[in-house]
């Protein structure tokens, strides 16, 4: 298999770790996106992979990611859409959103979005990480997508 330029959003724990140290190990070359920075460095630097810190609840910073992932990397072959959680309490993000939907599913969005001449261009896959919780808790609301009324972190979580 030839092998791919791989960026991994939420790479710094979890499953992206994970993930990122197999296609690693299978030759791959491997991007990791986390929020801390001392996780993803610790990360990166265990593979020997550039890094960048993007906290996905502030959507300037995914603006920015966007920008230095285009400027340094032309070809993308797969951008995994991995980082998420779920959050205790009902907090609005600097943007205005609720914070799992933002994290979730707003930054994800607007990262591919940004990336989509480069990702298209390289012919790339792109993989959205979901959760059983979608099916379990999620029932989404289109007149409240920022669960003003009907808050719960599960719901929250399962909607986004």
Do not use: W
Request: proline share 2%; aromatic share 6%; hydrophobic share 40%.
């Amino acid at each position: 298999m030839p092998m791919k330029t791989i960026v991994i959003t939420g790479a710094s724990d979890g499953v992206g770790a994970a993930a990122a140290r197999k296609l690693h190990a299978d030759g791959h070359t491997v991007v990791i996106v986390g929020r801390s920075p001392e996780k993803t460095q610790t990360v990166a630097g265990e593979l020997g992979a550039k890094y960048y810190v993007a906290d996905f609840s502030d959507l300037s910073h995914v603006r920015e990611l966007a920008d230095r992932l285009k400027a340094d990397y032309p070809r993308i072959d797969i951008l995994a859409n991995n980082a998420g959680g779920i959050f205790g309490s009902r907090n609005k993000t600097v943007d205005g959103f609720e914070k799992t939907l933002q994290v979730n599913h707003l930054a994800p969005f607007l990262l591919t979005n940004l990336l989509l001449d480069t990702l298209l261009a390289s012919h790339a896959s792109v993989i959205n990480t979901s959760s059983v919780a979608a099916r379990i808790f999620g029932k989404v609301d289109l007149d409240d997508l920022n669960n003003t009324s009907r808050y719960s972190a599960n719901k929250a979580y399962g909607d986004a």
